[in-house]
Every structure is written in C-alpha cells, then in structure tokens.
Nanobody, 116 residues
C-alpha cells in the first residue's frame, strides 16, 4: 500500500504561483511514476502532468504546458508541481496519483482557487 498526501493549495490571484507537494509513504519501493490531475466543479478529471520515478521524464497536458513544472525528490518520496501564471480556469482540486506495480494510489486532493 502507498499513502499519498497532497499539500500546498490555496487562494492566489491571477498571474500568481503556487508549489504543490505530493508525499508518498508506505510501500514506496518500485514506484513507476507520479502524476497530477485536476477536477473543476462540473467537469471531468483532467490530466495535468506526469513524471517517471526512475529517469525523471515528464509530460504535460496541453492546457498547462509552459506554465506548470513537475519534479520529484526520490530521496524524500515527494513530488512537486510548480504552477505559474495561474488563470481563473486553473481553479480546481488537484489530485496526485502514484502508480506502483500496476496499481494507482490517489491522494485526497488540494484545492487551488485563482481569483482576484
């Protein structure tokens, strides 16, 4: 089992930045990748970014390319999502997902609200 806990969300003005964290604990040996998704009210969950745990390869959803950056610290079993140039349409609950041995483990989410 892997426990996943997100943090770092909050209220930010348009154009602002946040750094979201995703801490994995438990059976973390053999993590394949970590990814972020988001879900706005009334919308489907949307892929945001992914990073492979071994070699750090990344991929991003089209709506966040160039503004968001995913990274990880293997020693801390923690991933990060740096979100810059935030827009009101980025408002959502951001979820972290960890895949290990073909099983996905989700966190409870962290709210990001972009508003003036």
């Amino acid at each position: 089992q892997v426990q996943v806990v997100e943090s770092g969300g909050g209220l930010v003005q348009p154009g602002g930045s946040l750094r979201l964290s995703c801490a994995a604990s438990g059976s973390t040996f053999g993590i394949n990748h970590m990814s972020w998704y988001r879900q706005a009210p009334g919308k489907e969950r949307e892929f945001v970014a992914l990073i492979t745990w071994g070699d750090g390869r990344t991929s991003y959803g089209n709506s966040v390319k160039g503004r968001f950056t995913i990274s990880r610290d293997n020693a801390k079993n923690t991933g990060y999502l740096q979100v810059n140039s935030l827009k009101p349409e980025d408002t959502a609950v951001y979820y972290c997902k960890v895949r290990r041995s073909g099983i996905d483990y989700w966190g409870q989410g962290t709210q990001v609200t972009v508003s003036s």
